[in-house]
């Protein structure tokens, strides 16, 4: 093999080589409660861990993961088994977490090493409100996105419920809220909640404004009560 070819091999597995290694470490989510009163984190993957005001909760999460979520919920009660309720983001009476949890919640949603190895990763309120949250990377230098308006003070009287703020879409169940068949746009109600958190996901179809990505191999934070 002559020096060039050799060089070309060399090069060739470096690349190959650096995208292995950022494609296939697993993603650090450090997830704080910053609000005042106690939540109980929920994730999938990952389960569910109680937390103080103040207190951090770090979970590894494989590449390749997507349909991932993380949520606070809030007025929870569990036994020493684990087992028992919260009032918003139950996922099933259970502390540790393996489906989604109850409307309405905050959503940090994500899909990591995704197309050209991108993270695709929104705040959506597609399932109501809960608690304000920051979703950020913590490595790199792509941008991170924010929900923090005073979304349950100055909810709609018809979308209020214990603890929350309902999405239009789990009071009406209508295609028009829910957008379960053929084109939909935003409603009075989607735009109540954009207006306040432009960075979030207010509809089933509003995904040009409320997408965003990062490399492959970015480590990222999620903030309640930022």
Known sequence: MNSFNLLISVSAFALVSTFLVHSTNAAIFDIRNNCPYTVWAAAVPGGGQQLNSGQTWTINVNPGTTGGRVWARTGCNFDGNGRGGCQTGDCAGVLACTGYGQPPNTL????????????????????????????????????????????????????????????????????????????????????????????????????????????????????FCP
């Open 108 to 223: 940090a949603e994500f899909a990591l090493n995704q197309f050209q190895n991108l993270d695709f990763f929104d705040i959506s309120l597609v399932d109501g409100f809960n608690v304000p949250m920051d979703f950020s990377p913590t490595t790199g230098s792509c941008r991170g996105i924010q929900c923090t308006a005073d979304i349950n003070g100055q909810c709609p009287s018809q979308l209020r419920t214990n603890g929350g703020c309902n999405n239009p879409c789990t009071v009406f169940k209508t295609d028009e809220y829910c957008c379960n068949s053929g084109n939909c746009g935003p409603t009075d109600f989607s735009r109540f909640f954009k207006d306040r958190c432009p960075d979030a996901y207010s509809y089933p179809k509003d995904d040009q404004t409320s997408t965003f990505t990062c490399p492959g191999g970015t480590n990222y934070r999620v903030v």
